[in-house]
Each structure stands twice: as C-alpha cells, then as structure tokens.
C-alpha cells in the first residue's frame, strides 16, 4: 500500500472532485496533506472519510452540514462520502489524511493485524493526545521524505492503532444501542453518532430537539430516550457541556468580554453562563482569564490607532521545504 503525500503553499488548494477522481490522481493510496499559510485548502467530494488535525492556528472545516473551527489538540473524522474542506487561519499548520474505502480498509486491516474482520473508523470528535499528534507529523514527515516504503507503513500502523484505540470506548456504546443485532446497534450508534457530532459542531447555535430527532430518524421522545441511554446523558445537557467548553477555549484565548464570549456560545444569561461555568471547571471564567493572561478589549478600542511594531504579522509562504521545519517544531508539544 503506497502513501502520497502533498504539501500546500500559501494559498495552494487541492480539489477532488470525487471518489473516481481521487482514484485517478492517487490510485488506491492513502494521501497525506500538510498545509501552511493563510487560504491553504483541501476540498474533497464523495471520498470516504478523512481525519483532519491542526498542530498550530485553527483549521476552519465546512460540510455540507455547517462550518467549524478546529484547534491544536483536536482531531475530527468526517462522514464518509461527504463533501468537506478543511482551510488554515492564517499561519496555521495542519494535517489531513484521506483515502477510497478500499484504501481505508487495506490500511485498518493492516493496522489492527486482522484482531477484528472490518475493523473501521467512526466518524467523530477527538481530544487528541500529544502521542497521536506526534504519531500524525511523523506519518507526514516521513511521506514527504520519500522514506522507504516500509518504514512509512510501519509509522502509519502506529498511528492508526492508537486512533482505533482511542475509539475502543465506542464498542461499549454500541452495545447499549437498541437493535436485535450487532449490525443493527452499529447503525443506531452512526445515526446518533452523527446527531452529536453536529451538536459538537454547532453548539453556538439554537438547536432544538424535534430537528435533532429528525437527523437521527427518531420521534423526539424515543431520540431523547436513546441518547441518554447510549451516552449516559441528555442531548440538552451534552449541548451545555460543548458550549462551555467553547467557551473556556475562548476565555483563554480571545480578547472578548466574558459577557460577550457567554452571549457568542449561546448563553443569554449572563449569570446562569458563570454559575455553569464554575461548577464545571471549579474556577470562574474572570479567574481563568487572568491565570492565562488575556487581556479583554477595550470597549472604546475600535479606532484606537497603533505602532506598525505592534501590527499582527502577515502569514508567509510555506513551502516544502518551509513545511518540513515547521513539522520538526511542530512536535514540541
């Protein structure tokens, strides 16, 4: 199984038009994508699946679903078959790996040594721990390398078993899901899978639960009767958890107003978004800030003038070679 590997230059952007596009560019490999600076894009149509992880800055991910923001630490598994495209913030450095379903197959079998007969990737969202980080930039820096063939393949087994082993936890819920067989809860667990995921994604919105059921092909009621009983909590109470852990990423690194951040997440209530907020991280988002020393902006900021010293400076070019530094640096977390 060969592994590809293109890196994107300021503003460079890949499109694939589809699975037999995919097929006619890159055979049945396992492409891995690195990109640097501002307007980097990968877009894919109709591909199965791909894993999508920024190391530095944010990644903006859009589906046919909505758009999002992904940051260092996090890790997302997108639908199969579905069109997604992944683009750095200005100098962010990110990571994204696709392949056809064959491809996908051939490499899971590989990785998970045949322990299970279709060993498979579910799509989701991931806290990323440092060792899969670490895993992925050296998957790609061995493919942009032109490592020999078998030193690649043994780096990409290592990281796709610690993904298959970050997503053990799912073969749990799966068996909590209604259905007389184990085909049957694996097709519960994807509907509802794909209801959180959307929640995780659009937790700053207004979502209410008969659109969610709808997504899941549920009534209302038997929807909220089976994702409490496959996560262990309600689709209410699992929004409120994603919007205020929305909300401590951007205590700690926006300049915004604590009220205007609670307003942003979909808190109206600025007192409820504090009481909230302390029971679930036993600190205060002001507490917080200040542990992390952001400064809040200014109400009368807007047309405050500055030095040119003190402009944010503009994202340059990465190149290939720009790219394999960044990558070596990138593993210092």
Known sequence: MKIISEALRFGARIDIAGSEAYRQRYGDALLTVVGGGRGSALTSQQVSGGIFMPLRGKLQVTTGEGSFVLEPGQLFLSEPDQRIQGSGRGAALWIAILAPASGWRRALRRASG?????????????EAPTSLRRLAVRLVRAALSHASEDAALAVCDDFLSALL???????????????????????VFLRLQRVRNHMAASCHQELDVPELARRASYSPWHFIRAFHAVYGETPHAYLVKQRLERARRLVRSSPLAISEIALAIGFENRCAFSRLFKQRFGISAAELRREHGVTPRRANSRGVRCEVRELPVRAVSATRFANSGQLAAATDF
């Open 114 to 126: 045949m322990i299970a007969p279709e060993p498979n990737l579910v799509p989701a969202w991931h």
């Open 165 to 187: 082993e970050l997503q053990r936890d799912f073969d749990s819920l799966i068996g909590r899901c209604p259905g007389r067989t184990y085909s049957q809860r694996h097709s």
